[in-house]
């Protein structure tokens, strides 16, 4: 499977954006699909999650009624939805493939098979 996120960019402080992340050369209907980020000096860090027929979702608590995650298996792509952004969500943003269609242990990076090369986000205050 081939990742490639996009959507990434600078907004102010309470803005929106919409992370993709379409997949190549496999379907993408029997992984979970999860985003992570990385700020600067820091490690990388779960900000969600959704099973492989995205019934099931988990978020990280700080992300958790301002971000959503979706998936269209048809259109092999999953997104993030990030609204009432604040400074801190500051990172680059990766999305990820487990070939675990569920979200069992889905917050740690080394359940993941395959990764995108990442989209800045910069959010300004």
């Known amino acids: 499977v081939q990742l490639q996120a996009s959507g990434g960019g600078w907004v102010q402080a309470g803005g929106l954006l919409r992370l993709s992340c379409a997949a190549s050369r496999r379907t993408l209907s029997n992984y979970a699909m999860g985003w992570f980020r990385q700020a600067p000096g820091k490690e990388r860090e779960f900000v969600a999650a959704?099973?492989?027929?995205?019934?099931?979702?988990v978020y990280t608590a700080s992300v958790t009624g301002r971000f959503s995650i979706s998936r269209d298996n048809a259109k092999n792509t999953v997104w993030l939805q990030m609204n009432s952004l604040k400074p801190e969500d500051t990172a680059l943003y990766y999305c990820?493939?487990?070939?675990?269609?569920?979200?069992?242990?889905?917050?740690?990076?080394?359940?993941?098979?395959?990764w995108g090369q990442g989209t800045q986000v910069t959010v300004s205050s």
């Open positions: 990820a493939a487990s070939i675990l269609a569920t979200l069992v242990n889905s917050e740690n990076p080394g359940q993941y098979d395959y």
């Open positions: 959704i099973s492989s027929r995205g019934g099931s979702t």
